[in-house]
């Protein structure tokens, strides 16, 4: 697909700086950039386009380059360092001290401009560069984890690293000088290293192919491809192999045991586009290949009038489909293994899946028991991400079963806590921001808790719980056609998501602020259709009913919220809710008094359909 400016795309950076140049080219100006123009011309230049490398940008004495793969990328790295060890070209010697290279390797996000690539992707490639020692390479854990197994190395591991100008630490890693590692030589071995069972789950996307043949219609299979690897790339949980790595597969797709080997990888993704008339029909399945288990198929349907929007809507439909398949398979998975085995990452799982059940179920008692589990896993790995995201939700969950009573204020303190380790341990995981933003809101923060959800969906738009939080506060704020707007796609983007019913629940509640009763009233019985044991879907159809004059079963469904959370009524009667303005919870409060038979119907006063509450002038 070709790349047009402003882009984002991930790509392999590599940053050379010569060693000591200020002091060679003060005590012999012109012997030095001779030599540096000989080392350009003889060998960097042709080993970087050898390796399909393109040199967007020098800065005198250094250099960047990017390369379609982390593999080819390191494979020049190394040929460059160990030809400078040898006589460059054919032509004598020049006087004067050798030139000596320090380079730096990262892959990751990039943004074209002009012909120039800017983002984190360079700028972490150039810091990794200057702790590379004189003649060596220093490179970043995700190339490391994408090389394995395909370049035989002997490597440093200089753990987690804070680099300048970088929000979070990074694991990096140190290659010798050529000499010191005996003549690094490129290897075939059979397999790469097989995924530990506390690695992030890690997934591989082959090249989605075309039946037909066409090679005019090849550029569209690979367009989905590489938007699918793009936007699970954005799910920071997840280890995702590049597109080149991806793409260097294709000749044995077929066989995912062997590309689950080649890449290293436990999930593989795989599918087809096929096209007829003008209509366009994708198909795709997610398979755990280490267990031989299909775990998810679905198919996509479109035309072809607008293919780049289908384009980039069938593979946000898919990225967000498979992601919770892949998060509920991997807390399965722990769950399986033998305590031995257990580390911090799989006692995360545990952790979540605890948490997950306790709310679907409204159990105290489970959310108690998964932030056990959550505090363990940190006991061991202070810098467990997954981690800190179940603590957190866990006790914010906890928090919010306590009704707004004072045994709230310490859940929601530890989750703050939790959320705020979160984001300074990676401040651009969508996951932290949404924490943050759901906590803020149960705290009724609402300015700082839209921020932070807005900030988690420009991160990744992709994520569902995301959306389902981002519309609920944007409910609480009295806007009605925004929240539909995000509980509708998070339905449409992960339409078998087990905890869909909460999706419904926030499409409930924008009907509701809007006075669409009939919406209301449907989307919160699909809701308690699909979960019977939350007591929130209940409270949602009572008020719908009342308000739309059914209040005999409006009082039938308040007495069933008596008996599933004894205490959850009163505190709304009691006019404490989540709404911004008054005047949304003053009529949230009259629509339950009359669920509840505290209140005449006849008292009951209805903005026009489809208003919204003047709590949205608080956003302008």
Known sequence: ??????????????????????????????????????????????????????????????????????????????????????????????????????????????????????????????????????????????????????IALRVEDLGEQTLKHIARPLRVYRIAPPESVAGVVESEPPAAAAPRPHDRPSIAVLPFSDPTGDPEQRYYSDGITEDIITELSRFRELFVIGPNSSFACEPFAADTDRVARELGVRYVLEGSVRRAGSRLRITAKLTDVRQGEQIWADRHTGTVDDILEVQEEIAARIVASIVPE?????????????????????????????????????????????????????????????????????????????????????????????????????????????????????????????????????????????????????????????????????????????????????????????????????????????????????????AGLAEAGEVREARVVAGEIGRMAPGLLQTRLAGTTYFVAPELAARYRLALEIAAGLRDPANLVMPDSGATSPGASLLH
């Open 1 to 150: 697909m070709s790349i047009e400016a402003g882009e984002r795309r991930l790509a392999a950076i590599l940053a050379a700086d010569v060693v000591g140049f200020a002091r060679q080219l003060g005590t012999d100006e012109a012997g030095t950039l001779a030599r540096l123009r000989r080392m350009r011309q003889d060998l960097v230049d042709p080993l970087i386009a050898s390796h399909r490398g393109r040199i967007f940008k020098t800065m005198g004495d250094g250099l960047l380059a990017e390369f379609p793969s982390a593999v080819l990328a390191l494979r020049c790295a190394i040929a460059i360092q160990a030809g400078l060890s040898e006589p460059i070209g054919d032509a004598p010697p020049l006087d004067g001290p050798p030139i000596r290279l320090r380079i730096g390797l990262h892959q990751g996000d990039v943004i074209v401009d002009d012909g120039d690539l800017l983002g984190d992707g360079v700028n972490v490639a150039s810091r990794l560069e200057t702790l590379a020692p004189p003649g060596g390479i220093c490179i970043s854990g995700r190339v490391y984890e994408d090389a394995a197994g395909k």
């Open 326 to 542: 892949i998060r509920y398979a991997e807390q399965d998975r722990a769950e399986r293994l033998p305590v031995g085995d257990v580390r911090a990452y799989d006692l995360a799982l545990r952790a979540h899946a605890a948490i997950s059940r306790g709310v679907a179920a409204s159990d105290p008692a489970l959310l108690s028991e998964g932030i056990a589990v959550a505090q363990r896993a940190i006991a061991l790995d202070p810098s467990c991400r997954r981690a800190y995201f179940a603590l957190a939700f866990g006790h914010c969950r906890r928090g919010a079963m306590g009704y707004f009573g004072p045994d709230a204020r310490s859940d929601y303190d530890a989750a703050d806590n939790a959320a705020m380790r979160l984001r300074a341990l990676d401040p651009s995981n969508h996951l932290a921001y949404a924490i943050l933003g759901h906590i803020a809101m149960r705290r009724l923060r609402h300015q700082e808790a839209l921020a932070n959800l807005r900030q988690a969906r420009r991160l990744n738009p992709n994520d569902v719980t995301t959306l389902r939080w981002l519309s609920w506060e944007e409910s609480n704020f009295g806007l009605p056609d925004k929240a539909r707007e995000h509980a509708e796609l998070s339905i449409r983007l992960s339409p078998r998501d087990r905890f869909i019913d909460f999706s419904y629940w926030a499409w409930a509640l924008a009907c509701y602020v809007g006075a669409d009763h009939a919406g209301c009233i449907a989307n919160a019985r699909r809701a308690i259709a699909l979960n019977r044991q939350f007591s929130g879907h209940y409270l949602l159809l009572a």
